[in-house]
Nanobody, 126 residues
Framework: QVQLVESGGGLVQAGGSLGLSCAAS?????????MGWFRQAPGKEREFAAV???????YYTDSVKGRFTISRDNAKNTVALQMNSLKPEDTAVYYC???????????????????WGQGTQVTVSS
């Protein structure tokens, strides 16, 4: 099991930037977990935003490509999400999640992620 604690988020105007960070407490080696960021807007289902494999492969949902960057530091057991050119539709609670699927794999499916953070609010005003 992995314990995840997110930080960052807040209120920003459209076009602005925010950074999220997630610290992981793991019993095994952090690099064998794919790390993802998901988000849930009011009245909507949780959706995939970005994922990074243990060896740094990344995948983004189309709506954030070119604006969001996911990164990780395996030595520090952390993952980050840098969000630029934010839009009001990016407003959501953002969740960090971990999937024990190996060093080179990643997934977009919430079902593969067994550990979740508590979520952090991101609000983008127009």
């Amino acid at each position: 099991q992995v314990q995840l604690v997110e930080s960052g988020g807040g209120l920003v105007q459209a076009g602005g930037s925010l950074g999220l960070s997630c610290a992981a407490s793991v019993r095994t080696t952090f690099k064998y977990y794919a790390m993802g960021w998901f988000r849930q807007a009011p009245g909507k289902e949780r959706e995939f935003a970005a994922v990074i494999s243990g060896n740094g492969n990344t995948y983004y949902t189309d709506s954030v490509k070119g604006r969001f960057t996911i990164s990780r530091d395996n030595a520090k057991n952390t993952v980050a999400l840098q969000m630029n050119s934010l839009k009001p539709e990016d407003t959501a609670v953002y969740y960090c999640a971990a999937a024990a699927i190996g060093y080179t794999s990643y997934s977009r499916s919430p079902a593969d992620f067994r550990s979740w953070g508590q979520g952090t609010q991101v609000t983008v005003s127009s």
